[in-house]
């Protein structure tokens, strides 16, 4: 540590309080002719659609556990299945504003997460690069399953069934699955689309995510991270090591300027209530809030937000908001202004009833405002990441040098 990082008797042991930074909660006000403007009426369209393709996958994916069949057709399926039913606001909403070069880590309950991210990188990767990507893709295997099985309107056509065959395959560790059917449910993922790989362990994906985001920060590389955890992963070790890691001031006092501030890490917690032993609110944890784990780590609380999932477009206004407070770490002035305004901060939740694969009690999808409302009405989301640094110290070292 450079010698210049002085610790001061006198400031120390000053009396006073410690002052946390606010944390909002459900801070979002819908304004429907304004997303208009945003998004485009399309791609409004499109989170119908997409949250609706999530539920009519998962709920296939229950039948065939609980009935052995699907739509009179029989199949046996021994393996896992976590469903995120209840869920498909959050993920959508979440992938919005994200771009293929965004990478996205989750876990044990991640088939919404997977799709949702990929059915956004098709809308707007070109026509040329999506080809490319499914023809190369394990040497075209999964690709010459379906490329016969229909004429499709489009090469996006073709790449939402490449998808959601693929995952499906997966699932099914069948070995034109998108990972060849090695990780099946709990491990599938889809790289060229920035859905990285997910993880069984409770937590994993978050120090994985943070590894991602450092690389992505010491390579000047575009895009933020994103970590979908549950609200019980807030209690592990790792996730706690991971969060910690990415709010290390050295980002900020001592790394060379135009590495550019901390990691671009956004840690989502996808909260619905429960772990698998008990209730997080109330019983498990003491946060009552989950949003409230930021006000531990860092001066700006880490961002950290209560987000209603059940809402894609309040997670959307919200990740969009983390993504330039993010990316804000990277572009010199300004930085400090532009981090308080956008105190907004990413997540999503998971709707109370999905639970290690018992069948969830199926919800009604939630769109817009007309949620079906949660016994809370909202869900706590934590988001991540830091903005640029506050101030220069004289330590000329670059990170790479440091080893
Ligand atoms: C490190 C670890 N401990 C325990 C488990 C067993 N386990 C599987 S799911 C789960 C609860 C996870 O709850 P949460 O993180 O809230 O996600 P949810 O299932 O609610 O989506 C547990 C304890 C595990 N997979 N990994
Ligand atoms: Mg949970």
Not at 313 to 331: D, F
Not at 343 to 368: I, M, N
Request: aromatic share 6%; net charge positive; charged share 20%.
């Amino acid at each position: 540590m450079p010698k210049s990082m002085v610790i001061a008797p006198e400031l120390v042991r000053r009396e006073g309080w410690l002052e946390t930074a606010p944390i909002p909660l459900n801070r979002y006000q819908p304004d429907p002719q304004a997303e208009r403007e945003r998004w485009g009426s399309a791609a409004l369209r499109d989170v119908y659609r997409d949250m609706v393709m999530i539920r009519a996958f998962e709920s296939m994916l229950g039948d065939i556990k609980t009935q052995g069949a699907y739509r009179g057709m029989a199949y046996e399926h021994p393996g896992a299945a976590h469903l995120s039913i209840g869920q498909e606001a959050a993920v959508v909403g979440l992938c919005l504003p994200l771009t293929p070069e965004d990478l996205m880590f989750g876990s044990h309950r991640s088939h919404g997460e997977i799709l949702a991210k990929c059915a956004r990188a098709i809308r707007v990767l070109p026509e040329a690069e999506l080809q490319r990507i499914m023809e190369g893709y394990l040497g075209g295997d999964v690709l010459r399953v379906i490329e016969p099985a229909a004429q499709w309107d489009s090469v996006q056509e073709l790449a939402r069934h490449f998808i959601l065959y693929g995952v499906l395959a997966e699932i099914f560790a069948r070995t034109t699955g998108v990972n060849r059917g090695l990780g099946g449910s709990m491990h599938a993922f889809f790289a060229p689309f920035g859905s990285m790989p997910n993880n069984a362990i409770v937590g994993g994906s978050a120090p994985i995510a943070a590894g991602a985001a450092l690389f992505k920060r010491c390579n000047r590389r575009p895009g933020i991270v994103v970590a979908n955890i549950g609200d019980a992963a807030a209690g592990c070790g790792p996730t706690w090591e991971a969060i910690t890691f990415s709010a290390m001031e050295q980002y900020r006092t001592l790394w060379d300027e135009d590495v550019g501030g901390a990691p671009p890490m956004l840690f989502n917690f996808l909260n619905n209530f429960y772990g698998m032993g008990g209730q997080t609110a109330g019983e498990t944890m003491g946060f009552e809030v989950l949003a409230r784990i930021g006000a531990g780590v860092n001066a700006d609380g880490l961002h950290a937000e209560r987000v209603d999932g059940y809402d894609p477009l309040a997670v959307a206004a919200a990740v969009a908001a983390k993504r330039e407070l993010l990316e804000a770490g990277r572009r010199a002035g300004g930085r400090r202004a532009r981090a308080r305004q956008a105190r907004a901060a990413g997540g999503g939740p998971r709707a109370g009833a999905a639970r290690h694969g018992h069948l969830p009690p199926g919800r009604p999808l939630a769109v817009g405002r007309r949620l079906i409302p949660h016994p809370r009405g909202s869900f706590p989301v934590a988001g991540g990441g830091l903005p640029g640094r506050v101030r220069r110290l004289p330590c000329r070292e670059r990170a790479g040098q440091r080893g």
